[in-house]
């Protein structure tokens, strides 16, 4: 893997973790790529430009008005320089001023000027991404093709413990691959993709759902898209950005998951079926919220709801290729070797969800991929490694391999 030819602009930003992007800049020097660094002043109380001059081997810009060393418009140089726009750390205080067009320093104005793809990767105290106009800005951003990486969770330096620490390097620097040099076995490709639980309601504020977090769905659309492939996200709700590439279909109940099954399936080539949809779904639903009737119980009256995965099965076409996923608490083998008959699936994902690693709303998870030929365990691995493990395998049954 060579990234020569290729031109990395980054932007610093001010915060504590400026001094990870000299490892990020060398990674990329050693790929081959070309850096151009952009600092802001903040970004400069952290790390000096001469670092960054060094490792790089190029000047740092700080400064929309210093003189250049050749005559051109520096920030719109940069700007069509770029191969990819990387902003590493990505402060609150950048991501509002691109969300909001603002251009008053030489970064501000460097990004707002490129063609080029922007990757950020965020990092600031967990209240700060997680106030309601960072998550704004971040929707925004994402609606307008913006790239996040990250932020991770954990112990962060301003002594809290949460979201916003930095993305490592190594990560940064696989997106920015990804992003450069992307894979595109899967152009041409419709896929279909589910995620996340369903709410079956009660009466007007209450309902029954389940814990599922819709991650691994979510990293597979994200895959997908990235690989080529036209990418129809069917999702329940849940708190995740839609990934960039994907059409999303918002779904509430079994019933609705079922009727955009039939309305999506018929035109796909590969169709991935990782929500948690709802077995059972209240027999009737109170007009009114249901109030407390002295000391008696109330008593629920549950009907099953339909089987999504098996009339998707029954719709099946020739050349089409169907995948669904068994997260299981026991006999997880066994159910899933069942499901994968009688719901006339190509290859069935399972996983025990009372395993450390692959439980619900963590980013990892422990697989085994269950096909008409046998099974394959995956080690503990991050759900977006999973992903694209699993789309490799599914384009090999495709092939016949």
Known sequence: MTLEGKNVVLGVTGGIAAYTACELTSRLRMAGA??????????????????????????????????????EVEHIALAKRADVFVIAPATAN????????????????????????????????????????????????????????????GFLACGDTGAGRMSEPKQIFDAIVETLLPRQDMQGLKVVVTAGPTVEKIDPVRYISNRSSGKMGYAIAEAAAKRGADVTLVTGPTRLEIPWGAKAVSIQSTQDLLEAMITHCPQADIVIQAAAPADFTPAVVAD???????????????RQ???????????????????????????????????????????????????????????????TFVTRNGMETLPCLPKKQVADELLDRIMKLRKGN
Request: proline fraction near 5%.
């Open 34 to 71: 070309q850096v151009y660094v952009v600092m802001t002043k903040n970004a400069c109380q952290f790390v000096a430009p001469l670092t960054f001059e060094t490792l790089s081997n190029h000047p740092v810009v700080t400064d929309t008005f210093a003189r250049p060393s050749t005559w």
């Open 94 to 153: 950048i991501l509002a001023k691109m969300a909001h067009g603002i251009a008053d320093d030489m970064l501000s104005t460097t990004v707002l000027a490129t063609r080029a793809p922007v990757l950020v990767a965020p990092a600031m105290n967990t209240g700060m991404w997680e106030n309601v106009a960072t998550r704004e800005n971040v929707k925004t951003l994402s609606a307008w093709g913006v790239r996040f990486i990250g932020p991770e969770g």
């Open 288 to 302: 009114q919220k249901i109030k407390k009737q002295g000391d008696g119980d109330l008593v629920l009256t549950l």
């Open 305 to 367: 709801t339909p089987d999504v995965a098996a009339h998707v099965g029954k719709m099946k076409r020739s050349g089409q290729t169907l995948v669904g996923f068994a997260a299981e608490t026991n006999d997880v083998l066994q159910n899933a070797e069942g499901k994968l008959t009688k719901k006339n699936l190509d290859m069935i994902v399972a996983n025990d969800v009372t395993a450390p690693g692959a439980g619900f709303d963590v980013d990892t998870n422990i697989v």
